[in-house]
């Protein structure tokens, strides 16, 4: 039989480890003749000496290879008679991995090698003369970075978005994976790291289309040791993953997985998604993010409403086209494209039963993208439906339940039932110790400012019959209250803030006061602030997070007399008599300042802010409706003249009730 390749190549090395095992016999052998006998070597460069000390003599050495590390193996420091071969073996000890005679330059031999799998291998050097050769080398053994993928984003591997995995190792302490994919505006993806390894945890890095700034990053959302990125692309292009081990010193491997998971819809492709829109003209900023998206919005509509529709601000890609539904979603009731001038658009419509409509925004083109602001703007109607002749001067109202609760002067409070508005009916009353000013419900209780008497203090939990169960006399005449929490906040006119503790209303007791600059009109109380209308002094701010110690924040001289304020976020809206209203910049309560103003027809007294409007009572010019879809402008879109001077408004529902003076009561249908 004859024998060829591989098994020739084993059989002629099992023949000279046993001719070199018989001349080990007769004398020492320096490293052992088969991979049972080898010779550990590190693989940190270190020479190991060796000799083949008789012709045939095999020098077998073994190593641990990781996964993933490459390899130098070479042989040096040759004496004049010696000539190397070296042969790498599998962990098995026989299967041969590769071979080198000359590669290290003259007679030495040099391997390059990656290791596929962590395990022991062997390393065996001979004598290229193998019957006749001896001679003496050192052999040494270097494991390289065998880096799979790139260490910065010049070299980064690139990787599709379709959730195919590509597996990674980090093969040294500190070694860093770069990735590269594409991404598209708008489109949301999902990065992460699966399959890891036992010693591996992973970090993952997003990177700009520089390759510098850090978008995001996450160590363990995989779970485990996994990492995770919800991401959404703001701009098509080349952006970069980085995968690191968590620890400075570790390694390990892992899968890397990108997948485009949807695009980041600013608002919703269908009604049952759709995101609820005023109807007082507030602009909603949206973005037709990929072709064929589609914005959806709903509204509440009343019958015979009258609305107008438009688009605005769009972005020089932008071309909208606009739809507006039905009830149900699906029956379409009108559509623009270009009717709100150039490439907006506007639909004016009369709503014909009361109920929930749909507006849709889309491109008026297949491929089209860009951005938008839409309003939806309704004409509100003011009309009167009921009244109540008070006898004597009506000056505030405050509205629980079925009851209206009427501060008349001299004739203290009356309690109407207002349950058919267009007939309120006085079902109780009250008198006053001095002259009722104004007043606050709570906790079934109504505090009343009663000038020179202080505040007055009534159980109403039967409001047909309110009792006197306490009353706290201030220094100055008390104008309004406000309460908040355990406290309640006057605005005394000469004695300036009063705070009372009303913890228990049967016996309130004195807690604080601020000397403001000017006689103390109003109060409202937001937050750790009390602010205050003092007047022709303007807007005063007294921090009250201590009630027991008020320290005042600032003053803001306004023009006109301040009669009344509302605060709203960060802003507040000061009734000022003949100068109208004005609107002041709060945000800073040390720092307030005035950002606008809205002239009236009468004098500014009351405020009541619902919803997104607030109705001023003007005085002499009845009740107004200000739009507050700029907040910092507020805008009028409805008047109605009462037949006394309106001094005060609250509003319940789709109704508004007017202390008209005078005039009494005035009950007035929001339409």
């Known amino acids: 039989m004859r024998v ?5 190549v084993v059989l002629l090395l099992l023949g000279l480890a046993s001719l070199a095992g018989q001349f080990s016999a007769a004398g020492g052998d320096d490293h052992g003749d088969s991979p049972l006998a080898a010779t550990p070597i ?15 003599d095999l020098d077998y050495f073994l190593f641990s290879g990781l996964a993933g590390r490459r390899y130098l193996i070479q042989t040096s420091h040759l004496t004049p008679e010696m000539d190397t071969i070296i042969y790498l073996f599998g962990p098995d000890g026989q299967t041969i991995l590769a071979v080198d005679d000359n590669s290290g330059g003259g007679r030495a031999s040099r391997l390059e090698w990656s290791c596929p799998a962590s395990g022991t291998y062997f390393v065996m050097v001979r004598h290229a003369q193998a019957t006749t050769g001896t001679g003496c080398y050192a052999l040494s053994i270097s494991a390289a970075q065998a880096d799979d993928h790139g260490n910065d984003p010049l070299s980064a591997t690139p990787i599709s978005a379709d959730g195919r995995p590509i597996p990674g190792y980090i093969e040294v302490p500190g070694d860093a994976d770069f990735f590269l994919f594409a991404a598209e505006a708008n489109w949301s993806y999902i990065i992460r790291t699966d399959r890891l390894t036992p010693e591996m945890d992973t970090v993952l890095t997003l990177y700009a289309p520089d390759g510098r700034t850090v978008l995001a990053e996450d160590d363990n959302s995989g779970g485990g040791r996994a990492s995770r990125i919800a991401w959404s692309a703001p701009a098509s292009g080349t952006y970069f993953v980085a995968v690191r081990h968590a620890s400075s010193s570790g390694t390990g491997g892992y899968e890397l997985v990108i997948e485009r998971s949807g695009y980041a819809d600013d608002y919703g492709n269908e009604p049952a998604a759709a995101a609820t829109i005023p109807t007082d003209g507030t602009m909603i900023n949206g973005r037709i993010e990929v072709p064929g998206d589609i914005d959806y919005f709903s509204f509440p509509a009343r ?8 688009t605005s601000n769009l972005s020089p890609e932008m071309d909208t086209v606009l739809t507006l539904y039905g009830t149900d979603g699906r029956t379409a009731l009108a559509e623009d494209d270009n009717g709100g001038g150039g490439r907006a658009s506007k639909i004016e419509w009369t709503c014909p039963a009361s109920g929930t409509y749909f507006i849709a925004v889309r491109h008026a083109r297949p491929q089209g993208t860009g951005s938008y602001s839409l309003a939806i703007s309704a004409v509100l109607k003011l009309q009167e439906v009921g009244s109540f002749k008070t006898p004597g001067y009506a000056l505030d109202v405050w509205v629980e339940g079925k009851f209206a609760y009427l501060v008349v002067g001299f004739f203290g409070l009356l309690v109407l039932d207002i349950s058919d508005p267009t007939e309120p009916v006085q079902v109780g009353s009250y008198s006053t110790r001095d002259y009722a000013r104004a007043i606050t419900i709570s906790g079934g209780y109504a505090y009343r ?3 020179g008497g202080g505040l007055v203090i009534l159980d109403i939990s039967d409001p047909r019959r309110p009792q006197e169960v306490a009353a706290f006399d201030t220094p100055g005449s008390a104008q309004e209250v406000a309460l908040n929490g355990d406290y309640a906040y006057v605005a005394d006119s000469q004695g300036g803030l009063q705070i009372v503790d009303v913890s228990n209303p049967r016996s309130p007791r004195g807690a604080g006061a601020w000397p403001t ?13 009390a602010y205050l209308a003092t007047g022709d002094a303007g807007l005063e701010i007294v921090d009250i997070s201590e009630p027991t110690k008020p320290i005042g924040v600032s003053a803001l001289d306004l023009p006109g007399e301040a009669h009344s304020v509302w605060v709203e976020g960060d802003y507040a809206y000061v009734a000022s008599g003949y100068r109208g209203l004005q ?6 309560p040390a720092q307030p300042r005035v950002i606008g103003s809205q002239g009236t027809e009468g004098e500014a007294f009351g405020l009541f802010l619902a919803g997104s409007y607030l109705y001023l009572a003007d005085y002499t010019a009845g009740i107004v409706a200000l739009s507050l879809a700029d907040p910092a402008a507020p805008r009028p879109v409805a008047r109605l003249d009462t037949p006394g001077s309106a001094m005060n408004v609250f509003v319940a529902g789709d109704l508004a009730y007017v202390a008209d003076r005078e005039g009494g009561l005035r009950i007035i249908r929001l339409m």
């Open 42 to 56: 590190p693989t940190d460069g270190s020479l190991v000496q060796g000799c083949i000390d008789r012709p045939g």
């Open 517 to 529: 600059r000017g006689y103390a009109e109003g109060v409202y109380v937001s937050g750790r602030y």
């Open 449 to 451: 400012a009663d000038r």
């Open 4 to 8: 060829t390749g591989p098994k020739l």
């Open 583 to 588: 609107v002041v910049d709060v945000s800073e």
């Open 303 to 310: 019958a015979e409403g009258e609305y107008t529709i438009t």
